[in-house]
């Protein structure tokens, strides 16, 4: 198994708002993410997430690729979009 090249970590990066995208709710999916490499790692801790983001909350990029491999993880979120029960697994 190769080792696990996780790339430095980036702290306290925000985004703003997606007010351009409010009046296109509905029309347009938004997801939280979905991995283009293996070892892909995204973390949500304590953001805001709106209803923008589709209940699944993360998209699987070619059927199972990198499944094995990834690491995706919600914490302490709030908001409309925050809501983990409907996520992928």
Same mark, same amino acid.
């Given at each position: 198994?190769?080792?696990?090249?996780?790339?430095?970590?980036?702290?306290?990066?925000?985004?703003?708002?997606?007010?351009? %995208?409010?009046?296109?709710?509905?029309k347009t999916?938004?997801?939280?993410?979905?991995?283009?490499?293996?070892?892909?790692r995204t973390?949500?801790?304590?953001?805001?997430?709106?209803?923008?983001?589709?209940?699944a909350?993360?998209?699987?990029?070619?059927?199972?690729?990198? %499944?094995?491999? %990834?690491?995706?993880?919600?914490?302490?979120?709030?908001?409309?979009?925050?809501?983990?029960?409907?996520?992928?697994?």
């Open positions: 198994m190769p080792k696990d090249p996780a790339p430095s970590p980036s702290y306290g990066a925000s985004k703003p708002k997606a007010s351009d %995208l409010a009046t296109d709710a509905g999916k938004t997801y939280l993410g979905r991995p283009w490499k293996q070892y892909s973390v949500f801790l304590q953001s805001e997430l709106d209803s923008l983001i589709d209940p909350g993360w998209l699987e990029w070619d059927g199972n690729f990198a %499944l094995d491999t %990834l690491y995706y993880g919600e914490y302490m979120n709030t908001g409309a979009g925050a809501g983990a029960s409907g996520r992928v697994k």
